[in-house]
Structure formats: structure tokens, C-alpha cells
Nanobody, 117 residues
């Protein structure tokens, strides 16, 4: 079964850190471009960053220098390390992959990140 399961969200103070995990099942993440998205209340879902099959990463300007995407092939898991968190980082964070035809686009269920003092 193709599935993405995020974990690691929670409440953190401004300036703090969190590491989100995206556990992949049913396919090998390193064969695809994996993405992290987020959606804040009342806002559209936006791209946070990506990691390619070759390990190349891309980040939105809003998180560049603070967030890092990595992967563990042995665990078939993708991570989003978030440092220097700001209140505007508060959102539900989603893992995403486009597996192409016929399996299509896969979203995880999301994990809530709240940055507040």
C-alpha cells in the first residue's frame, strides 16, 4: 500500500527546533522527488521544499537557511529539520510525492506545527 505518514509536529517556542518525519511505504522515496508543503489557517497550501532522487534540495525563500530536507534510505523516510522557528511557520505540514501514472499523487495526513510563546 502506497502511503506517507508524517510525525514530529508539536508546540515549540519561537527560535526553537523541530524535526518532522515522513515515513514512506509502498515505494522507495529515493526514486522520486519528495516534497514538503504547509498550510496555515486561512491560507493556501504552499511548497516548503523538495529533495530530488539525486539528493538535490530546493527551499522556498521563506525557509531558506532555516529548514533542511534529508532522507534515510535504510528507513525509507524523509525528514524536515526546522530551526529558528517563527510564529509564521505555524501550519499543518504535509509530505507529498507524485508517482506518475497509474499511482498518481500521494499526500500524507499532515502534522501540526505551532510556534508560540
Amino acid at each position: 500500500q502506497v502511503q506517507l505518514v508524517e510525525s514530529g509536529g508539536g508546540l515549540v517556542q519561537p527560535g526553537g527546533s523541530l524535526r518532522l518525519s515522513c515515513e514512506v511505504s509502498g515505494f522507495t522515496f529515493s526514486s522520486y522527488v519528495m516534497r514538503w508543503h504547509r498550510q496555515a489557517p486561512g491560507k493556501e497550501r504552499e511548497l516548503v521544499g523538495t529533495i530530488s532522487s539525486g539528493g538535490t534540495t530546493y527551499y522556498a525563500d521563506s525557509v531558506k537557511g532555516r529548514f533542511t530536507i534529508s532522507g534515510d534510505n535504510a528507513k525509507n523516510t524523509v525528514y524536515l529539520q526546522m530551526n529558528s522557528l517563527k510564529p509564521e511557520d505555524t501550519a499543518v505540514y504535509y509530505c507529498y510525492a507524485n508517482l506518475g501514472f497509474p499511482r498518481g499523487r500521494i499526500w500524507g495526513q499532515g502534522t501540526q506545527v505551532t510556534v508560540s510563546s
